[in-house]
Nanobody
Framework: VQLVESGGGLVQAGGSLRLFCAAS????????MGWYRQAPGKQRELVAR????????NYADSVKGRFTISRDNAKNTMYLQMNSLKPEDTAVYYCKAEAVVGFLRHNYWGQGTQVTVSS
C-alpha cells in the first residue's frame, strides 16, 4: 500500500484546509485509516481515524467539532476537513493505513504534509 498526502499549506487562524490521502496498491487489505500529526519537539499523535467497514470514526479531543474525517472508497482517497484552525494545529500531518494480510497486521505511512496556522 502506498499513501500520498496533499492539501497542506499556510492558513490564518480561523481558516480552513482540506487534506487528501490517496492510497494505491493493495487497498483491499486496508481495514482502517487515520490522520496523525507531529509538531516540532512533540510526539506523533492521532488526530482522527475511520474504519473501512461502516465508517465509524473517532477524533482527538482537541479537534472534535472542528475536523471531519471521511473516505471515498471508490477513489481510494481519505480526507480531513479542518475548520476553525488554531496555531496549535501547526504540524506535519501524516496519513496512516492499517491493513491485514492473512494473520499479519501492517501499518503504512505517507510522507506527510505541512500545515502551518498563523496567529
Amino acid at each position: 500500500v502506498q499513501l500520498v498526502e496533499s492539501g497542506g499549506g499556510l492558513v490564518q487562524a480561523g481558516g480552513s484546509l482540506r487534506l487528501f490521502c490517496a492510497a494505491s496498491g493493495s487497498t483491499f487489505s486496508i481495514n482502517a485509516m487515520g490522520w496523525y500529526r507531529q509538531a516540532p519537539g512533540k510526539q506523533r499523535e492521532l488526530v482522527a481515524r475511520i474504519i473501512s467497514g461502516g465508517g465509524s470514526t473517532n477524533y482527538a479531543d482537541s479537534v472534535k467539532g472542528r475536523f471531519t474525517i471521511s473516505r471515498d472508497n471508490a477513489k481510494n482517497t481519505m480526507y480531513l476537513q479542518m475548520n476553525s484552525l488554531k496555531p496549535e494545529d501547526t504540524a506535519v500531518y501524516y496519513c496512516k493505513a492499517e491493513a491485514v494480510v492473512g494473520f499479519l497486521r501492517h501499518n503504512y505511512w505517507g510522507q506527510g504534509t505541512q500545515v502551518t496556522v498563523s496567529s
